[in-house]
């Protein structure tokens, strides 16, 4: 079964220090893309990273990367030097290769955690 | 001015009412999206249109009806939902079938109540 786990419903963190989000994936697809999203309260979901199944180096986006971890089947986002305006809900996400070459629409999605930095 | 806008942002309507949600997007994308998101629950996705014919229905009851009469326009019609329909429903766009991860961008959503 194609599945994502977040099992941090909710973390805290002090402003200016790093948190890790943990998220572990499952499928048996060999070819498959791992994506972060963020969901301030305003509802839109932000497209902060992604890391690629094959990709040999773990991705990196300005304060965000992705402790990429392949065979735990694991990928965490790392926040480095936390700011207020992280505080919101992460979502992490999986896709899957479909039937037909190009097929990369359909994403599997976690139930998301929500960060809320302290000042 | 956003790449995906959605209107209206909050709607509430009874159960034997009819209206519509509407997406538009701007960044020149070939693919749009319906998810819904409800508490407690993943992401789910709805439909998938991709160059204007839909290509992906996931079991969503006929209370529900999508519409896209062009790439960058996109509809959902509502008549005679339910309670449980109450949600928020976020439309996304991406370029389908381009690069390999190719993300999808996000409207802010419109927060529905049936009552």
């Known amino acids: 079964a194609q599945k994502i786990t977040q099992t941090q419903p909710g973390m805290f963190v002090q402003e200016k220090e790093a948190v890790t989000l943990d998220c572990t994936y499952d499928t048996s697809d060999q070819s498959y893309g791992l994506f972060w999203y963020k969901q301030p309260s305003s509802g839109e979901m932000i497209f902060l990273i992604y890391?690629?199944?094959?990709d040999e180096q773990n991705a990196t986006e300005g304060r965000y990367s992705l402790n990429f971890q392949k065979a735990r089947k694991s990928a965490n986002l790392v926040i480095s030097a936390s700011q207020l305006g992280d505080s919101a809900m992460y979502f992490c996400a999986m896709r899957v290769s479909g039937e037909a070459a190009g097929n990369n629409r359909k994403l599997i999605w976690g139930l998301g955690t929500s960060l809320a930095v302290n000042p | 001015e956003t790449g995906v806008t959605q209107t209206p942002r909050h709607l509430v309507m009874g159960m034997t009412n009819k209206k519509s949600l509407k997406c538009e997007q701007h960044l020149g994308h070939n693919a749009m999206y319906w998810y819904k998101q409800s508490a407690k629950k993943p992401l789910e996705l709805m439909f998938v249109?991709?160059?204007?014919?839909?290509?992906e229905n996931n079991s969503v009851p006929s209370r529900f009806s999508p519409e896209c009469p062009n790439s960058s326009h996109l509809f959902l019609h509502l008549h005679t939902l339910q309670p449980e329909d109450s949600a928020l429903y976020l439309c996304?766009?991406?370029?389908?079938?381009?690069?390999?991860?190719?993300?999808?961008?996000f409207g802010q959503g419109t927060r529905l109540t049936v009552v």
């Open positions: 249109y991709s160059l204007e014919e839909r290509v």
């Open positions: 890391q690629g199944s094959y």
């Open positions: 996304a766009s991406s370029q389908y079938g381009d690069r390999g991860h190719a993300e999808a961008f």
